[in-house]
């Protein structure tokens, strides 16, 4: 009879390298991702409508590498223009994070503590002047993973703190939040199938009695990669992914689906080490104006003015005499999304309304109007 073999986490494989960690193969150098919604069209099919993210919400990111593996620096950024950079040692540990406004002006600096073993033992925020704003320590278990996080303000007084709990894989079991007064202000618990996936959430009252519960499943391909998650079918909600891969093998867009429905497209932009390229910078285009606080005054026009030449063309293919132009497509390539309404008329007495806000308040062009019988 075959002996059971117990794997300890010294036994556990080595740790995976940055890259390994968002499953990148080949000597990847930088990886710049962005996130839009989808457009459903019957000539292309899906395609990137409106870039997704907002100042406080940097869904788009932008990764720097070593030939090792190990990031060096990482941005994170939405589309007003602001963004944050990480910063990496030459062994890959985390060393801070900075804020930028939209104007480029630094608003805070993050930075990592460790102790003598290397872990992560917290983090100091300092606003631009070099006052702290907030700091907090970490704990750790014996597979390091993060078994508290205990937050002070700025006249380092506890704040708040959270506790964590696993099971003997890593996966996490179970998270609390106090308040500084050490009341319970959430709770959940959480099940994992064969493939550490989480199939169950719970979520408690703080008196410990069950608020609501949420379950997933799953399908896998043949490589055992996630491609299909959903809750059970009377909630009637179902996610469906379908990607592009390189010569590498690295996805460079995915599609997300709801109900059978494109929701959003992630488009990936990847360089290798081995395959010269041009180097992938931000280039975020502001199509705000910006005071000298940082906060949005007026949209940039000039960032809107022009267009590309496949943008010209596409318009032009939906224009097809002269006297025909394409309102819905001058509309998409100047504001990269669908318009909410494309039919304008008088009954409509609030689209009228809102019409004259926006072209005598905030500056808006009327592009096209015409009159039917």
């Known amino acids: 009879m075959a002996k059971k073999k117990t794997i300890t986490a010294q036994e ?3 740790k995976q390298t940055h890259a390994e960690e968002l499953e990148l193969k080949g000597k990847v150098q930088q990886v710049k991702e962005l996130w839009y919604k989808a457009i459903e069209s019957d000539k292309d099919g899906v395609i990137p409508g409106k870039m997704l993210g907002s100042k406080y919400d940097t869904k788009n990111r932008l990764f720097n590498f ?11 950024f939405g589309i007003t223009g602001a963004y944050t950079k990480g910063t990496y040692n030459e062994k ?4 801070q994070s900075e ?3 939209i104007d480029g002006v630094l608003e805070w600096r993050a930075v990592s503590l460790y102790d003598e073993r290397g872990n992560g033992s917290g983090t100091i925020c300092y606003n631009a002047e070099g006052g702290v704003m907030w700091r907090n320590t970490i704990t750790f278990n014996e597979m390091n993973k993060i078994t508290g996080i205990y937050n002070y303000n700025p006249q380092d007084e506890l704040s708040y703190w959270s506790e964590n709990k696993y099971d003997d894989k890593g996966n996490q079991t ?5 308040s500084k007064d050490g009341e319970v202000t959430n709770w959940q618990t959480y099940k994992y199938n064969d493939k550490n996936d989480c199939i169950e959430l719970n979520f408690y009252k703080p008196d410990g009695s069950l608020e609501r519960s949420s379950s997933y499943s799953y399908e896998y391909d043949s490589d055992g990669k996630r491609i299909n998650n959903y809750t059970p079918p009377e909630k009637k909600l179902h996610e469906s992914y379908t990607y592009k891969y390189d010569k590498h093998g690295n996805w460079i867009e995915k599609i997300k689906r709801f109900k059978n429905v494109a929701e959003l497209i992630v488009k990936r932009d990847i360089t290798y080490y081995n395959d010269p390229s041009e180097k992938l910078e931000l ?11 940082g906060e949005i005054t007026a949209k940039n026009t000039e960032a809107l003015e022009s267009l590309t030449a496949q943008q010209a063309m596409w318009l032009a293919e939906g224009s097809p ?13 100047k504001n990269n ?4 309404s494309t039919v304008l008329t008088k009954q409509n007495v609030e689209v009228i309304a809102l019409m004259h806000a926006l072209t005598e308040e905030k500056g808006a062009k009327l592009v096209h109007t015409y009159k039917t019988a």
Do not use: C, L, M
Request: aromatic content about 14%; glycine content about 6%.
């Open 12 to 14: 556990e494989k080595p």
């Open 66 to 76: 070593n030939k090792h593996g190990g990031k060096t620096e990482e941005y994170t």
């Open 92 to 95: 890959g540990v985390y060393q």
């Open 99 to 101: 804020s930028y406004r």
């Open 174 to 178: 179970e998270s609390k939040i106090y």
């Open 283 to 293: 280039n975020i285009n502001i199509p705000y104006n910006v005071d000298a606080e």
């Open 321 to 333: 005499t002269p006297d025909a132009f394409s309102a819905t497509r001058y509309f998409v390539v």
């Open 337 to 340: 999304e669908v318009p909410s």
